[in-house]
């Protein structure tokens, strides 16, 4: 799990994706591939993928040092 915290070297990036119901899985497809391709990429420490409460929105949040 991603861990934010102040005084460290870590730039946090978050990014929210909005679908609409019918496309969830295919954001989430998408997002976990893209989540793996960022993980082979220097300087990578995290990621971690969220589904809002109205799944109408796919946040991540990645960490790179």
């Known amino acids: 799990m ?15 994706i909005e679908a609409g119901p019918e496309k969830q899985n295919e954001a989430l497809s998408l997002m976990a591939d893209r989540a793996r391709f960022m993980a082979g990429q220097p300087g990578f420490v995290s990621i971690s993928l969220h589904r809002s409460p109205d799944s109408a929105h796919r946040p991540s949040i990645a960490g790179f040092s």
């Open 2 to 16: 991603t861990h934010i915290q102040t005084g460290n070297q870590v730039v946090t990036q978050i990014t929210v």
